[in-house]
């Protein structure tokens, strides 16, 4: 599935976009948390192109099938096995969700850690799958592939912020086609188009997520 939408100005072509990833996050100071956690994901922000040849990433929405947070809109990640590097489980589980097997080297860098409030600390990677990457999702954990044209974070409308009583901090939600997607990913994805795309170092880890998120 693909989303649809006018390519901006500010994007840049397939042909430049990975040096300026690349050079973006390489200068970036990431933020990694103070105490190691107990529990660790990875969750990988792929950069492949939309059939229309625009530039995109990749974004599932989870199975009705599995255990936890399922039909949720995600990135593709999960748990690090014992012994597993970050880089390792989110090119594992990025082959496993969506039969996409990249090399080493198709990891641009990392974001911020994202400390969860169901214990978790999300580590980010951004991977280049280059045009038209080749994906066959395992429908027992993904229910729906969409190619996001990078366009869509950089909407006039986008980022959006929710009042909830009980918020630690801000509640963002990202705009996406018709949908709306909140933190984690939201907060993910709001720091790769501010760190990645732009090169604005900002911040993510004090935005809250909604209660549906935190089980």
């Not at 500010?10 to 040096?19: G, Q």
């Not at 933020?31 to 995109?56: D, F, H, M, N």
């Not at 900002?202 to 935190?214: C, I, L």
């Amino acid at each position: 599935m693909t989303l649809a939408v006018t390519t901006a100005d500010h994007v840049p072509t397939l042909d430049t976009l990975r040096a300026r990833v690349e050079s973006h996050l390489a200068g970036f100071d990431r933020a990694e948390l103070s105490e190691p956690p107990t529990r660790q994901a990875a969750v990988v922000v792929t950069i492949t192109t939309a059939p229309g040849g625009e530039p995109a990433f990749l974004l599932t929405r989870r199975s009705p099938r599995i255990r936890t947070h399922r039909g949720q809109w995600a990135l593709p990640g999960g748990k690090l096995d014992s012994g597993e590097t970050v880089e390792e489980a989110g090119l594992r589980e990025l082959h496993e969700e969506l039969g996409l097997q990249l090399p080493d080297a198709a990891v641009l860098g990392r974001l911020d850690d994202y400390p969860t409030r169901s214990g978790f600390a999300i580590s980010a990677l951004v991977a280049w799958a280059g045009p038209d990457a080749d994906i066959e999702p395992d429908p027992d954990e993904v229910a729906l592939v969409v190619h996001v044209p990078l366009t869509e974070l950089d909407r006039d409308d986008s980022p959006r912020w929710v009042d909830l009583d009980d918020a630690q901090g801000p509640v963002i939600q990202l705009p996406i086609g018709e949908h709306h997607i909140h933190a984690p990913t939201a907060a993910i994805l709001y720091q790769f188009r501010e760190v990645a795309l732009h090169g604005r170092a900002t911040r993510v880890a004090h935005f809250d997520e909604p209660g549906f998120a935190r089980r």
